[in-house]
């Protein structure tokens, strides 16, 4: 054990990396390192510099520990992350990593986000833009835009491909955008890229590839409202890599698990990638006030003005309005107003009108201080005056919330047969907000007002599931517009369109207070993605919408329904098993193959008309339309020489069609008997009969066909027969029917 403490460094990272590059951890393949630190401490880079691999790092000191980053926390290869518990940033407690805002903290510098501003435009066809400017973006990467027209005022997704060589940098990239978006050449000029950026990385740096073991717990990631920085990221780290206890507040991206190795860490897609982590266990995310450290007048521009320990929202830098009066003094055309409570500062414009007659409007010129504000008048004169100041955006710090907020992205390009890739359990995610500005509780830049009316629908989603085979358990969301979406739906947020998704499973979840774009609990996504063998169940929604919408098929869950069973897709969109009483006709089967079996002892019979075999008979889905054919093994011996035939039925329910050829063996020297039937009623008819005079030998008889059976509460019955015309016939233990 090595004491971080003891070492030299610039800030406590740098002395955490000494400790790393002591010789005694060197001698080592798994140094564990304590760093004892409390309180505020800044960080201008990693702690995890120069760290090959292996290891643990323990950030629990003997109180808070609140470190302020300007890098990316990129946890190496086998490395053991630990903190002392997580916590609600403002106040602090427990373990917090932050994103260094020096709009909000006193930091520096601040944590970096690749930005540039867009040069060449951007330029749409169909549903895919391409974005011309310089960057160092790589496929997969989240990316938000800022400061365009219509989507691209506030726009996050990920980026489809790279244009140019990338060495070092790329010339453009695309993105996927609503049809019908529009082109912007000169308009885009206001633009700005930002390049989303993990706080928390599982993983190295790019270029690492695959790594494992990489564990995080028990600390809180704080994005502090830096617009690009994701609070939690996984595209490099497999087999044992996870992060557990841990809560993530103030990010437009709170959690992301993903299989596109490009995305923070991989050298290829397919190459990394989060493939086979988890179980990612007790994860929150938030959205929290942060507590101003400034105190000068530029400081925060929280709703209470700036100054230290005034509340900082997610908004803060969105605008905002304040009126005041008091007394004006004029010389000439310049005029100063002073007292009054409300501070004011240099990102605040706006008009003043005149309570008399000399001056209207008057417009302002400067702020000088946070209790006076210095104005040009239309007219000379004037004494007494109202006014009302209007907050000016804060350019380097732009609302990082917008209509593609997400809390929990698990995503990939392809979904892989029969393969669980990961699993995510006991978690909340909530996109409740404590600022005035919130609408009913949701941040203002996340309301259906905003996202339904504006932005061509769009959604921030709770939990985003497509692409990669996972197991969502054991959840609770909240506030989140478009709660829960499995495959992607370009009708509820265009910006995420998915992919192919198989395996993907939500269970025992509830939700509540969102729902009011995207409409529903959970949301199927449909066209051109195909979903399969992926559904809910046991959930509760707490809310008035509907329960569930299924666009592979087309039906949906009743809002009435404040609970469900299940919802189950099989591997095509028809193939459904669910509980949910408001899908009509919708109850079904997932179809599979079985085996029925005569089991326990050997079938005998007498009869000398069909009898059923005694466990040779099958029951087919209720209320499904299917399609099944079959293969039928049966042993058989006489006690006498007599006339044995064996047959079919299609019982209770009539069969669409049942086609069934049988064949039966007479004799050790290949004698064999044939024949077939079409039958469309519920009749037992033989297949084939022939004499069998070798007593007491045994031998085979099959059947083989397709049964097309139609939708029915009573379905069909398929029953395997057989009768002998004197003595007793014998079916051996073991003979068996498969259906398929």
């Not at 060589?165 to 010339?171: I, N, Q």
């Not at 329910?653 to 063996?665: D, E, R």
Request: glycine share 12%; net charge negative.
């Amino acid at each position: 054990m090595v004491d971080a403490s003891q070492f030299n460094g610039s800030d406590v990272c740098a002395q955490i990396a000494a400790a790393n590059a002591s010789t005694v951890c060197q001698a080592s393949n798994a140094c564990k390192i304590v760093a004892p630190f409390v309180g505020i401490n800044n960080c201008a880079a990693s702690p995890f510099s120069g760290w090959t691999g292996g290891g643990e790092l323990d950030l629990k000191g003997a109180g808070v520990v609140d470190l302020r980053v300007s890098a990316t926390v990129a946890v190496p290869n086998g490395v053991q992350l630990h903190g002392i518990g997580t916590t609600n940033p403002s106040p602090a407690s427990g373990t917090i990593i932050r994103a260094c805002n020096p709009n909000i903290f006193s930091c520096s510098p601040a944590f970096k986000v690749q930005s540039e501003a867009v040069s060449g435009g951007v330029t749409v066809s169909l549903t895919v833009a391409t974005v011309t400017v310089n960057n160092t973006l790589r496929t997969g990467q989240d990316v938000f835009i800022y400061g365009g027209p219509g989507p691209f005022s506030s726009y996050h997704s990920f980026v489809i491909a790279t244009i140019g060589t990338c060495s070092p940098t790329c010339t453009g990239f695309t993105i996927p955008v609503a049809s019908g978006t529009s082109n912007c050449f000169l308009t885009c000029s206001g633009a700005t890229v930002y390049e989303g950026t993990p706080l928390i990385q599982l993983g190295g740096l790019p270029a690492a590839g695959k790594t494992y073991g990489v564990q995080v717990d028990h600390l809180t990631a704080d994005c502090a409202w830096v617009p690009g920085c994701v609070a939690f990221a996984n595209s490099a780290s497999e087999e044992g890599s996870f992060w557990q206890h841990v809560t993530a507040t103030n990010s437009g991206m709170q959690f992301r698990i993903t299989e596109q190795g490009t995305a923070y860490g991989g050298t290829s897609v397919g190459v990394g990638g989060a493939n086979n982590s988890g179980p990612y266990v007790d994860m929150t995310a938030q959205f929290l006030k942060e507590n101003c450290e400034l105190t000068t007048d530029s400081g925060c521009n929280g709703p209470a003005g700036p100054g230290t320990g005034n509340p900082v929202y997610e908004d803060y830098a969105t605008g905002g309005t304040a009126t005041a009066s008091g007394s004006v003094t004029c010389s000439g055309f310049t005029c100063t107003w002073t007292g009054g409570s409300q501070k004011f500062n240099t990102n605040w414009t706006g008009t003043m009108a005149v309570l008399g007659a000399a001056c209207t409007p008057c417009t302002i010129s400067s702020v000088s201080s946070t209790t006076s504000v210095t104005f040009t008048a239309s007219a000379a004169g004037g004494t007494a005056f109202s006014f009302a100041l209007t907050q000016g955006v804060n350019g380097q710090n732009q609302n990082p919330l917008n209509c593609d907020a997400v809390g929990l992205s698990v995503d990939g390009t392809t979904a892989a047969a029969n393969k669980l890739k990961t699993k995510v359990t006991d978690f909340t995610m909530t996109a409740n907000s404590q600022s005035s500005g919130a609408v009913g509780g949701i941040p203002a830049a996340m309301d259906s007002t905003t996202c339904g009316a504006v932005y061509h629908g769009r959604a921030p989603m709770g939990v985003f599931a497509a692409g990669f085979d996972a197991h969502i358990d054991t959840f609770h969301l909240e506030y989140w517009q478009g709660d829960a979406e499995i495959g992607g739906n370009v009708s509820l947020n265009p910006e995420f369109p998915g992919a192919p998704t198989q395996n993907v499973m939500l269970s025992n979840f509830e939700v509540c207070c969102g729902g009011d774009v995207g409409s529903y609990a959970v949301d199927i996504g449909g066209a051109p993605n195909t979903v399969v063998n992926s559904g809910a169940m046991n959930w509760a929604f707490l809310s008035s919408q509907d329960m569930m919408k299924d666009n592979q098929s087309s039906k949906t869950c009743s809002g009435s329904e404040s609970t469900e069973g299940w919802y189950l897709l099989g591997n095509t969109p028809n193939q459904l098993l669910t509980s949910c009483t408001g899908v009509t006709n919708a109850i079904g089967y997932i179809k599979s193959s079985q085996t029925i079996q005569v089991t326990g002892g050997n079938f005998t019979t007498n009869s000398t008309s069909l009898t059923t075999i005694t466990g040779l008979t099958w029951t087919a889905p209720v209320s499904f339309a299917s399609n099944w054919s079959f293969h039928c093994l049966i042993p058989y011996s006489v006690s006498a020489s007599a006339m044995v035939a064996f047959g079919i039925q299609g019982a209770t329910t009539a069969p669409t069609s049942l086609f069934a050829a049988a064949n039966m063996f007479t004799s050790n020297g290949g004698a064999a008997a044939e024949g077939s039937k079409t039958i469309t009623n519920t009749t037992a008819t033989t297949l084939v009969n022939a004499t069998q005079n070798a007593t007491g030998t045994v031998f085979q008889a099959t059947i083989d066909g397709t049964a097309e059976l139609p939708l029915n509460v009573s379905p069909t019955v398929l029953n395997f027969m057989a009768d002998v015309s004197t003595g007793t016939l014998t079916i051996e233990r073991g003979a068996y029917c498969q259906i398929f």
